[in-house]
């Protein structure tokens, strides 16, 4: 199945980042890090209290600091070295698939290194000390304005998605590793990938719930089972 020419594609979720330290949503019931959804990943809430908006992103960009990739991560920048076309989209938004070693991972919901300004809608990395303390930050093109996380909330738009569906259109095989399936359009990916020929591989802690799509589906923790998975995927054809 596998050679240097096959086309992937794989999406990666919070549970590919669990055993780095990163807490998922439905570990926790549908909330995150103790918080309501609407409370803090949706522009209403934004607008209801940005002060709890920004200290709970805040929070999450700091922990950056504390937290390292591990051998799920690792393994996929591998598997990238060995492939001429993959694409790794992620729906995180932590930094740890870059920091192990990923090229151009594709961050469709926004990245927790990044701030926006909403007036002139500039983007940055801003990650210095004085940035990550509690109080709002300003736009350093437009001074006055407020910074916000550049975060894709539910009910926003993905990035990316244009990209993203040329290459879903165009893969050999499709892999999701760590998500539940909940978020849409990201849980539609593996309908699509199935509905144009892919060969399409799950790789969970539980099953998701588009478990029937997938062809292959490896139950597990992703950093015990793929560096394994992708020592046997890139041997075979080699
Ligand atoms: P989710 O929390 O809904 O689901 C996580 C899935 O990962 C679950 O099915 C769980 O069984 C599985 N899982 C847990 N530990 C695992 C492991 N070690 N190996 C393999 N699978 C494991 O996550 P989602 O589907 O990605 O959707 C949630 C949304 O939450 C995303 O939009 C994302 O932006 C956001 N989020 C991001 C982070 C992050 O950046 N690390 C963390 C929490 C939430």
Not at 117 to 141: K, Q, T, W
Not at 180 to 186: C, D, E, L, M, N
Request: proline share 5%; glycine share 8%; charged share 25%.
């Amino acid at each position: 199945m596998w050679t240097k020419e096959t086309k992937v594609v794989i999406l990666t979720g919070a549970g590919i980042s669990a055993e780095s330290g990163i807490r998922t949503f439905r570990a926790s019931d549908g909330l995150w890090e103790d918080h309501r959804i609407d409370d803090v990943a949706t522009p209403e809430g934004w607008e209801r209290n940005p002060q709890l908006v920004w200290e709970f992103y805040q929070e999450r960009r700091r922990q950056l600091f504390e937290v390292e990739p591990n051998p799920g991560h690792i393994a996929l920048s591998k598997l990238e070295d060995y492939l001429d076309d993959m694409l790794l989209v992620t729906q995180n938004v932590d930094n740890l698939h870059a920091r192990a070693g990923s090229k151009n991972p594709v961050h469709m919901h926004g990245e927790l290194e990044k701030l926006r300004c909403e007036e002139c809608d500039y983007v940055g990395v801003m990650m210095e000390e004085h940035d990550l303390n509690s109080a709002f930050v300003s736009c350093p093109e437009c001074t006055n304005a407020m910074m916000r996380p550049h975060i894709v909330w539910f009910h926003e738009m993905p990035m990316r998605m244009a990209e993203i569906e040329t290459a879903l259109n165009q893969c050999d095989v499709f892999i999701s590793i760590g998500t539940s399936g909940h978020v849409y359009p990201a849980a539609g990916f593996l309908a699509s990938a199935k509905q144009q020929g892919s060969y399409c591989i799950g790789i969970n802690l539980e099953s998701p719930l588009n478990f029937d799509l997938f062809d292959e589906f490896h139950q597990g923790k992703a950093g015990e089972i793929l560096p394994g998975l992708i020592q046997q995927w890139t041997r075979t054809k080699e």
